[in-house]
């Protein structure tokens, strides 16, 4: 998708794209707040411009992929049946617009052509263990942390948030950088050093059946250390260098790949404060997580313009990718009715508490795939006074009716 490349925007630029984009979120914040499962109690729908409801009437999932999210399908022509109103197309070209380019600057094979869950980047050891989403993701950022590293003269990579340690692992002994990987999961860390040994196993089970590929320089497994990172405050551990840097002080970079929340502020905290951190490369993850204020927005710049908030849901939306729900929808998956049937569900839980909004539900896996007919009423058979949890989820493969009324009454 065409948007805004956020390399080399300048500080201006930066600031004008936060003054457009809290505009726009004014401007359609009643859509932006709300859930798709109050679709039917809240008549969402009719909340809608007429003429945006003329327009998108009746289009089906692959349509609305290749109309109102400007993703057709491969070898489709983006054709609109009936002319859009200007509103409606100004915040789809709006949206394009103030998005970040998600797509890299590169065109390469992908790794996966052979073997949908290998890597063809990645030798076997490396693979092992690591679902092809991660194998993609630590490949990629190890590859750049490395680049990163030499071009600043790093001396140590400081892995934050790191897990089981895939990435850090990938970086100490398939690139060869000195690591230190920061977790705060006692269990994670274990597992982290078990798979380290593994690796090295696997690794010189592998030069001992192909003794031209020996590594020539030594090996360095990650140096795991299990502590919790305040994102309030400085990390003397995470400062500290692995070894005693030949000249002056360690030249430390900083990465964490999907660090969770305010880990990722935690990070920028370090880099901005801390003159021995040289360099940073970070992914951040669950940006609902973020505490406010402190974590979002970081910018007190931003805290100053109207409409900059961004409840839970916004923030929580935002880590999703719109190219897999584009995905869903021009293949009009079964599953796209579960939606349907939750809005179809809250309608219910409404009737009998009126004061229950958006309830967790657990969900059924493949519901959409159930051929049952049933019926369900919420029944409250016990005194509250006694049992707080009273309501009782009665459900049939046949109509009840009016039934339903009598099995809540009390046998005299």
Same mark, same amino acid.
């Given at each position: 998708?065409?948007?805004?490349?956020?390399?080399?925007?300048?500080?201006?630029?930066?600031?004008?794209?936060?003054?457009?984009?809290?505009?726009?979120?004014?401007?359609?914040?009643?859509?932006?707040?709300?859930?798709?499962?109050?679709?039917?109690?809240?008549?969402?729908?009719?909340?809608?411009?007429?003429?945006?409801?003329?327009?998108?009437?009746? $289009?089906?999932?692959?349509?609305?992929?290749? $109309?109102?999210?400007?993703?057709?399908?491969?070898?489709e022509v983006i054709r609109y049946r009936?002319?859009?109103?200007?509103?409606?197309?100004?915040?789809?070209?709006?949206?394009?617009?103030?998005?970040?380019?998600?797509?890299?600057?590169?065109?390469?094979?992908?790794?996966?052509?052979?073997?949908?869950?290998?890597?063809?980047?990645?030798?076997?050891?490396?693979?092992?263990?690591?679902?092809?989403?991660?194998?993609?993701?630590?490949?990629?950022?190890?590859?750049?942390?490395?680049?990163?590293?030499?071009?600043?003269?790093?001396?140590?990579?400081?892995?934050?948030?790191?897990?089981?340690?895939?990435?850090?692992?990938?970086?100490?002994?398939?690139?060869?950088?000195?690591?230190?990987?920061?977790?705060?999961?006692?269990?994670?860390?274990?597992?982290?050093?078990?798979?380290?040994?593994?690796?090295?196993?696997?690794?010189?089970?592998?030069?001992?059946?192909?003794?031209?590929?020996?590594?020539?320089?030594?090996?360095?497994?990650?140096?795991?250390?299990?502590?919790?990172?305040?994102?309030?405050?400085?990390?003397?551990?995470?400062?500290?260098?692995?070894?005693?840097?030949?000249?002056?002080?360690?030249?430390?970079?900083?990465?964490?790949?999907?660090?969770?929340?305010?880990?990722?502020?935690?990070?920028?905290?370090?880099?901005?404060?801390?003159?021995?951190?040289?360099?940073?490369?970070?992914?951040?993850?669950?940006?609902?997580?973020?505490?406010?204020?402190?974590?979002?927005?970081?910018?007190?710049?931003?805290?100053?313009?109207?409409?900059?908030?961004?409840?839970?849901?916004?923030?929580?939306?935002?880590?999703?990718?719109?190219?897999?729900?584009?995905?869903? $929808?021009?293949?009009?998956?079964?599953?796209?009715?579960?939606?349907?049937?939750?809005?179809?569900?809250?309608?219910?839980?409404?009737?009998?508490?009126?004061?229950?909004?958006?309830?967790?539900v657990q969900g059924i896996p493949r519901v959409h795939e159930l051929k049952?007919?049933?019926?369900?009423?919420?029944?409250?058979?016990?005194?509250?006074?006694?049992?707080?949890?009273?309501?009782?989820?009665?459900?049939?493969?046949?109509?009840?009716?009016?039934?339903?009324?009598?099995?809540?009454?009390?046998?005299?």
């Amino acid at each position: 998708m065409p948007g805004i490349s956020a390399r080399g925007l300048s500080h201006e630029g930066r600031r004008q794209l936060a003054v457009n984009l809290t505009r726009v979120l004014a401007l359609y914040r009643p859509i932006l707040d709300a859930y798709i499962i109050e679709f039917f109690t809240d008549n969402l729908w009719d909340t809608l411009p007429c003429s945006w409801q003329e327009a998108l009437d009746g $289009l089906n999932p692959p349509q609305l992929a290749t $109309l109102l999210l400007g993703m057709p399908g491969e070898g489709e022509v983006i054709r609109y049946r009936s002319v859009w109103p200007l509103t409606l197309l100004a915040l789809k070209s709006t949206a394009c617009a103030l998005a970040f380019t998600r797509t890299p600057g590169f065109q390469t094979p992908s790794e996966f052509l052979e073997n949908p869950s290998q890597s063809s980047r990645l030798t076997a050891p490396f693979r092992k263990h690591v679902r092809p989403k991660k194998q993609h993701e630590i490949r990629r950022l190890g590859e750049l942390v490395k680049k990163l590293s030499d071009f600043t003269g790093c001396t140590q990579v400081v892995d934050v948030g790191s897990g089981q340690g895939h990435l850090s692992r990938f970086m100490a002994l398939g690139l060869g950088l000195m690591v230190k990987s920061i977790e705060g999961d006692q269990r994670l860390v274990e597992r982290a050093q078990r798979l380290d040994q593994e690796l090295l196993q696997a690794l010189e089970k592998e030069e001992r059946r192909n003794p031209q590929v020996v590594q020539t320089s030594p090996r360095h497994s990650p140096h795991h250390v299990v502590r919790w990172v305040d994102p309030t405050a400085l990390c003397e551990e995470l400062l500290l260098p692995l070894e005693n840097p030949c000249q002056g002080r360690a030249r430390l970079l900083l990465t964490g790949l999907h660090a969770c929340g305010d880990l990722s502020v935690a990070l920028l905290r370090h880099f901005s404060c801390c003159p021995e951190v040289m360099a940073l490369a970070s992914v951040g993850c669950c940006y609902m997580k973020l505490s406010d204020p402190g974590g979002y927005p970081l910018s007190q710049w931003v805290a100053g313009l109207p409409g900059y908030e961004l409840p839970y849901r916004l923030r929580e939306g935002a880590c999703h990718a719109l190219e897999e729900y584009a995905e869903r $929808l021009q293949k009009a998956v079964p599953g796209l009715r579960t939606h349907c049937y939750r809005a179809a569900l809250e309608t219910v839980i409404r009737r009998a508490r009126p004061e229950l909004r958006r309830p967790g539900v657990q969900g059924i896996p493949r519901v959409h795939e159930l051929k049952i007919e049933f019926h369900a009423e919420l029944l409250p058979i016990f005194s509250p006074e006694l049992s707080p949890r009273n309501l009782v989820l009665v459900a049939t493969k046949m109509p009840l009716g009016q039934a339903f009324s009598v099995l809540e009454t009390e046998d005299s």
